[in-house]
């Protein structure tokens, strides 16, 4: 229907043309208020907390008290308590240097009871370095270490002073390891330790070790969760080359020979430790496959293979922990 002249008359009324302006400034008033709100609706923008920085420098230290020291299953100390400590510097989260100690008692101080003596320290003070660093759930420790026995040179007649055989420092020797870890969940932690050295126990024995790991954390629990607590197990095994841990005896005046193997041995251990704070109380069980009759050979002690339970106390920190 065409519209009448009427119509075209009322645009130019003074009354039509402000509630014109009304109609345009309401709906200027209505935009502008939804656009308000699909801006409040909408989530504010969150500035990202920039992780902390690893610190240039820092000093960890710790002591240590064990029913026993052992060392790939192997008493080094008699089946007798040891008191352990250490020190390590630690730079740009990569590089560290560590000393570590502790009292010792496998280099003998007689031979076949006839009052020889070698200068046994009844001491041990290894010395290791290298890089260490984590990339989210993967870590790797890469190094070289050397074990030392400080003392002696060489064994003593008793009588005479001379020189008759090796000392306690002349069982130093050195190995290179890599020692990656894998967390595969929150609840699993997966590692690897690989040593190798060319002189084990200063022998000239090639000597090779691998072990694996796995680490369980449980559940926190006492006041504010602030104990924890894990279970962990390792396996591992050590394999020696025929130069020194392989030999045959010919017994005197008769066609008999005895032939001695060891190119190499299992260890193992499982247990659960509890933390608070910067303690650690460890409860293990720890064992090898070796032989009485091989575990003296290697350490003048048949009973330093056998399987045992194992208890021991640490604590650990570092100078950026206490501040």
Not at 128 to 152: E, I, K
Not at 202 to 219: F, I, N, Y
Not at 289 to 299: E, K, N, T, V
Request: glycine fraction near 10%; hydrophobic fraction near 40%.
């Amino acid at each position: 229907m065409r519209p009448g002249p009427d119509f075209y008359q009322s645009k130019s009324q003074p009354g039509y043309l402000l509630m014109k302006k009304i109609a345009v400034v309401a709906a200027s008033l209505l935009l502008a208020g939804a656009a308000n709100a699909a801006d409040l609706s909408a989530p504010m923008p969150v500035k990202a907390v920039p992780a902390p920085e690893a610190p240039l420098w820092d000093l960890a230290f710790g002591v240590t008290g064990t029913s026993d020291y052992l060392f790939r299953g192997i008493s080094q100390t008699n089946n007798n308590p040891a008191i352990q400590g250490f020190v390590e510097l630690q730079l740009f989260d990569w590089v560290y240097f560590n000393v570590w100690a502790s009292n010792q008692n496998w280099v003998n101080t007689t031979i076949d009871g006839l009052g020889y003596t070698n200068g046994n320290s009844s001491l041990e003070v290894d010395f290791s370095g290298g890089l260490r660093h984590t990339w989210g759930n993967f870590a790797l420790d890469v190094g070289a270490v050397y074990y030392t026995y400080p003392g002696s040179g060489s064994s003593k007649d008793p009588i005479t002073g001379l020189n008759i055989g090796p000392g306690s420092s002349d069982y130093n020797y050195w190995e290179i390891y890599a020692k990656p870890t894998y967390t595969v969940a929150p609840w699993l932690t997966l590692g690897l330790n690989l040593y190798w050295t060319s002189d084990f126990a200063s022998t000239g024995t090639d000597g090779t070790a691998l072990s694996v790991t796995a680490k369980v954390p449980l559940p926190s629990f006492g006041p504010g969760e602030a104990f924890g607590w894990y279970a962990s197990g390792e396996f591992g095994h050590q394999w020696l080359s025929t130069s020194a841990y392989n030999y045959e005896v010919n017994y005197a005046f008769t066609d008999l020979t005895y032939i001695q193997t060891i190119p190499g041995y299992n260890w193992w251990n499982v247990g659960v430790a509890f933390t608070y704070k910067a303690a650690t109380l460890d409860l293990r069980y720890s064992g090898t496959d070796l032989s009485d009759a091989d575990c003296g050979f290697m350490i003048s002690n048949t009973n330093a293979c056998g399987n045992k339970f194992l208890a021991t106390l640490s604590f650990a920190t570092s100078l950026n922990a206490l501040k």
